[in-house]
């Protein structure tokens, strides 16, 4: 991976002395691993994380303050990337992969539609309000999490960590009602 990497940083003008940046690597290549691995399923999906991670590091580092600091933050956004990236396929491949006829009578119908509405908007009313709020800003309103910090005046980390808290909540509650 080493190798990669500083193929990576040479090929791209490499600014300071490339033995520096070895050893830097040597120093902080394993942490960056682990905890690129603390969000992933594999050390070889951590240290494609962390390649990708180093490249957009590469192109905007200039702009850190402390290279350092600004090398894990892209490390830990790429994996959350990663991760996200395959919940999703995971969700569309099991959506996927259900009957056809299932998905048709439980979703498309008009009374399976009112009871699926009826149900979200009693779970809803059971979260609380603060993530009920930043829940409808982002589903509902299709605001970013800066937005949605602006208008509730919270921090967008609070904002963001409300609606991950608001999802939990309501995936768990919607498991527990009985299908129709």
Not at 41 to 62: L, N
Not at 107 to 127: D, K, N, Y
Not at 131 to 139: A, D, N, P, S
Request: glycine share 4%; with cysteine; net charge negative.
């Amino acid at each position: 991976m080493r190798e990669r990497l500083l193929s990576e940083a040479e090929g791209d003008a490499m600014a300071g002395d490339p033995d520096e940046w070895e050893a830097w690597l040597d120093r902080h290549g394993a942490t960056l691993v682990l905890l690129a691995r603390q969000r992933v399923a594999s050390r070889a999906d951590a240290e494609d994380v962390v390649q990708e991670a180093f490249v957009r590091f590469w192109r905007s580092r200039q702009r850190a303050n402390d290279p350092t600091a600004y090398l894990y933050t892209c490390v830990q956004h790429c994996a959350l990337n990663w991760q996200r990236s395959r919940e999703r396929r995971s969700r569309r491949e099991e959506v996927a992969a259900r009957p056809e006829a299932e998905a048709e009578d439980s979703l498309t119908g008009p009374l399976g539609q009112e009871e699926r509405r009826e149900a979200i908007e009693a779970v809803l009313r059971s979260l609380p309000e603060p993530q009920r709020e930043v829940l409808v800003m982002k589903v509902w309103g299709g605001l970013s999490f800066p937005q949605i910090a602006e208008a509730a005046q919270i921090s967008v980390n609070t904002a963001a960590s409300r609606y991950r808290y608001a999802l939990a909540k309501l995936r768990e509650r919607l498991a527990e009602e009985p299908t129709p």
